[in-house]
């Protein structure tokens, strides 16, 4: 099986910048997808971005003006950097991963709380 273990949330400051790192270990196939979902008081757990083995991005909505996905394979590590943190960024952040074929199954980190105070 597969585990996720997140780190670098916390509480941060409007306008300050914090990067989310999700380390993957055990049964991790070379060829997948890693990224983040969020979800905010109040609101459905919405995707954030993604990216491939080979570095191809996907942004979704908006995000891609102050958020950046980026991996390190060698540590089978994604990363999310959020900079201009905004209190709207308040959320519990959830990394995941799934093989690039056949999509399945995902396997999901606890998820790791953002805090931005104003």
């Known amino acids: 099986q597969v585990q996720l273990e997140e780190s670098g949330g916390g509480l941060v400051q409007a306008g300050g910048s914090l990067r989310l790192s999700c380390a993957a270990s055990?049964?991790?196939?070379?060829?997948?997808?890693m990224g983040w979902y969020r979800q905010a008081p109040g609101q459905q757990r919405e995707k954030v971005a993604t990216?491939?083995?080979?570095?191809?991005?996907d942004y979704a909505g908006s995000f891609g003006d102050r958020f950046t996905i980026s991996r390190d394979n060698r540590r089978n590590t994604v990363f999310l950097q959020i900079d201009n943190l905004k209190a709207e960024d308040t959320a519990v952040y959830y990394c995941?991963?799934?093989?690039?074929?056949?999509?399945?199954?995902?396997?999901w980190g606890q998820g790791i709380q953002v805090t931005v105070s104003s």
């Open positions: 990216i491939t083995s080979g570095g191809t991005t």
């Open positions: 055990g049964n991790i196939l070379t060829n997948n997808i």
């Open positions: 995941f991963t799934v093989p690039f074929y056949p999509r399945t199954p995902y396997t």
